[in-house]
């Protein structure tokens, strides 16, 4: 009887706390939006669990799912790059996953934010929290099962016997943080533009199947040349998969212009990101 009693105390005091908070404006300054999701953030974490369980309900191999993709293509490619093209890169199943992981990341991030707003329609009209929520659950989501594949890299590490270079706790902290901040943006920009024009989703797909081979995931920073090399000069992620993979590969090549890029591109797009999701919110809310 005790414990029943508690638990009904512990669902009025969440009620209770749900009202007040329902009541709070949301929108406003860029200080006031962070604000608002710093309250929010047991709301954050609960979306974050929600889109962790739907991914793998149902499912016999749960987990295992998270690994199978990445695997595969690293297999894939091992195979058509390391054999039949024979681009000769010590260790190149490694060399791959070690970009491939980050890459995942991105690209779920970025293409899954085309439906974060829409996907999510009755709880954004009808609940009272800050839009940006949603894209940011699902930028953290995507991170988490980015961090969930890592054991891939350190069993293949591990396989060729190649140890982690001793800048490990400070470069794989940088990549995670940078590329947070890139996948946060872009997410926040995608999935603004996508719900207000839908053909936004449909050349997405294309842009990043070029976006992929416009970045050294499957062979060396520095292979491109002429006007294609311009385009690689300025990709934010050429640094962020450049860190990753100087954790097993310490002769990566890892410029201070090469972090500038990546540290002001990312920050770019999330200012980019944030800004047109901002101007676009009321619109998106006349769309659903």
Do not use: C
């Not at 292979?223 to 990753?244: E, S």
């Amino acid at each position: 009887m005790a414990q029943l009693e508690h638990r009904l105390s512990g669902l009025d005091e969440l009620r209770r706390w749900w009202e007040q908070e329902s009541r709070r404006p949301t929108g406003g300054s860029p200080a006031a939006r962070i604000a608002q999701l710093a309250r929010r953030h047991n709301v954050l974490w609960m979306l974050v669990v929600r889109d962790l369980k739907k991914k793998y309900e149902n499912s016999y191999l749960g987990y295992a799912w998270a690994l199978l993709e990445p695997a595969s293509l690293i297999g894939v490619y091992w195979l058509v790059w390391g054999h039949v093209s024979r681009l000769h890169i010590n260790n190149y199943i490694l060399f791959i996953a070690t970009a491939m992981m980050p890459w995942l990341w991105f690209r779920n991030s970025v293409m899954g934010s085309s439906g974060s707003i829409a996907g999510n329609a009755r709880l954004v009209s009808s609940i009272n929290l800050p839009r940006e929520i949603y894209p940011v659950a699902l930028a953290i989501t995507e991170g988490i099962e980015y961090l969930g594949t890592l054991p891939i890299v350190w069993i293949l590490a591990a396989i060729y016997g190649v140890p982690p270079s001793p800048r490990f706790f400070l470069i794989l902290p940088l990549a995670i943080a940078l590329e947070f901040v890139l996948v946060v943006g872009a997410a926040l920009l995608m999935s603004a533009l996508t719900t207000l024009f839908r053909d936004v989703e449909r050349v997405l797909g294309s842009f990043m199947r070029v976006l992929f081979y416009l970045t050294p995931v499957i062979y060396p920073s520095g292979r491109l040349h002429g006007a294609l090399h311009t385009i690689f000069v300025v990709d934010p992620l050429v640094g962020i998969f450049n860190l990753n993979r100087a954790v097993f590969f310490p002769h990566t090549q890892i410029t201070f212009q090469m972090i500038a890029i990546s540290v002001v591109g990312s920050v770019l797009m999330f200012v980019i990101g944030w800004a047109v999701f901002i101007r676009l919110e009321h619109s998106m809310l006349k769309e659903l």
